[in-house]
C-alpha cells in the first residue's frame, strides 16, 4: 500500500514548478492517496513472458524551415521588443 | 429542414437550391443566440459568412473544440492560461473541412485541455445537456455534443483521449467515434496524452460521421504519428446490412461488473437482442487485463499531462503573471493561477509516476501490461467480429455530482479508455432512452482500421432502432 503524505505532495508540486494554496494541499493529498491506492492494482499483475513489449519508431523530417510565421509567433508574445520574447530577469537583484 | 436535420439532409436542401449556405448560416447564429445561454457549449460564434458551397460539406455549418486551432481565432482549450491566445496557424482537421466546403461557425466548451468527463472543468463555466439541463453532457468534448444535440450546429469536431467524444456522443443521443490512433491528424491539436490522443465527429447520425471522417481522412505528414494511407470514402461502407457470419462479443466485465446502472443495462440488453434479429451470433469474451483499463490509463495520461503541460509557463504564449520578481517566479506563478484543480492534481500524480523510485512500479509496469491488453484484444477479435459494451456505465452525471470524488468520475470511461490506450477504434451509437427519458449509448469496438466494419454495423444498427430521431425538448 502506497503511503503519501503532505510533504511528498510538497515535494511533486516542486517538482512540476505548481505552487499549491492551502486548501489544494489539505484536498490533493487525500485525493492522490486515493488515486494511487487505485493504481496500486497494477503491482500484482503477473507480465505474462510470451508478449513482445511495444515497439516505437522514430519518424522523422529533414530539418528545414517550412514556413516563415516569425511575426505570428511573436505576436502571441506576453511582450516581445524587436523580434524578441522579452522575460523577467532571471536572477533578483541585490 | 428543421434544427436537427442531418448533414446529409442539409447536404440535399443545398444542392436542390432549397436553402442557401449564408441563410444556413444565419439560422445556426440565431439558434446559438437564442438557446446557448441555457447550454453554454459554445464559447465564440464567428459573424464571417460562408465562402463556399461546393465539395462534400460545401456550406454545411460545423463547430469545432477549442483544443483545435483555428487560424486567426482564439484557442484556449477551455483554460485561462490560454484565454488570449490565437491560434497562429490552422490545424490540418480545420483544413481539411474548410477544403471540404464546411462552414467553420465558432469553437465549442470543454474540460480545461480537455481533462475531465462531465466538462465541468472548464474555465469558462460547465456545459449543460440538452436532455436534461441538471445534468453533463459529458466530457470532456461537452460543448460539442450540446451544441449539435441542441440542434446549433448540424456536426462538431471533438477530440477524444479516453472516452471525451463517446462518453458526450453517448450522454446525448448522438454518434463519436474514436478512430484508430494515427488516422486523424493532430497536427495543431493542443496536446495532453499524445500518445492517445485523437480527434472525433459528434453527428446524429451514422452517415454523417462516416462522411466527415471521409474529409479528414488521409495521412498528414505534418504529424509523424499518421498513419501513411491515401484518403479513403467511409460512405461507401455502408450497407445497412450485418456483415456475414457476424457475431458480437459481449466484454465479460459488462456481466460481471457491479455498477452499471439498472437502466443502462436494460438498454444494452436490448440492443443486443436487437442485433439478434438482425441475424448476429452472441458470444461473452473476456478480455483478462481490461479490469486493469483505468489504472493504467491514470499513469500513462498523468504521465503524459506532467510532460505536455510544462511549457506552459508564461514565456512565449499564453497568459503571464504579472508581478513576478524574477523568472522562476514567473513561471510558478503563471502556472499557479493559469490552471485549474483537475489540471494541477494530473500534473501532480504525472510527475510522482515518473519521478525516481516509482517510475518501475507505476510507468514501466503500465507500459508491459498495455502491450498485454493490445495482445488480448487481438486475440478477441480472432473469435468475434466485433465487441460491444456500454458507451457509460450510467447516464448523464447530475451537474455537481462527480466534482471532488475524481475516481467516480474516471470510473465513467471503464470501458471507454482501454481501447484509446492500445490505440484501437470503437464507436458509440443511440441505444435507446431511460424510463425519465434519458439518452443511453452502446459502443463497439473493433481492431486496429476497422473503421468501414464499425460504421456498418453501427449503421445497421441505427437504421433497425432509429433512435437518432427523437430530439430534446424545449429547443424546437
Known sequence: MTTFNKEELLHLAGLAGLPLAEHEIALFSEQIKA???YVDQLKDVQIRTDIPPLRTDNVLREDSAERKANAAFLAQGPETEDGYFVVPKILDEK | MNAFSTVHDLKRALEQKKISAAELHAFYAERIKKYNPQVNAVLETFSEKPKNDTGLLGGIPCLIKDNICQEG????AGSAMLKNYKAPY????????VDAGA???????????????????????????PWDLSRSPGGSSSGSAAAVAAGLTPFALGTETGGSVRLPAAHCNLVGMYPTYGLHSRFGVIAFTSSTDQVGVLTRTVADNALVATTLSGQDTHDATSIPLAPKNYMASLTGKLPAGFTVGIIKDVVDTEGIAPEVRERFDASIKQLEQLGAKVKVVDVASLRYGIALYFIISRAETASNLYRYDGSLYGNRAKDAHNLIDMYLKTREHGFGSEVKRRILVGNYVLSAGHKDAYYNKAQLIRAQLRAEFEKAFHEVTVLASPTSPTLPFKLNSVLDDPIAMYLADYFNVPNCI???PAISVPAGFSPEGLPVGIQFFGPRLSEELLFNVAHAFEQATGYYTKTPAGFE
Open chain 1, 35 to 37: 488515486i494511487l491506492a
Open chain 2, 73 to 76: 481565432r482564439t484557442t484556449s
Open chain 2, 90 to 97: 490552422q490545424s490540418t482537421v480545420a483544413k481539411r473541412l
Open chain 2, 103 to 129: 462552414h467553420l461557425m465558432g469553437r465549442t466548451n470543454m474540460d480545461e485541455f480537455a481533462m475531465g468527463g462531465s466538462g465541468e472543468f472548464s474555465a469558462y463555466g460547465a456545459a449543460k445537456n
Open chain 2, 422 to 424: 492500445i490505440g484501437t
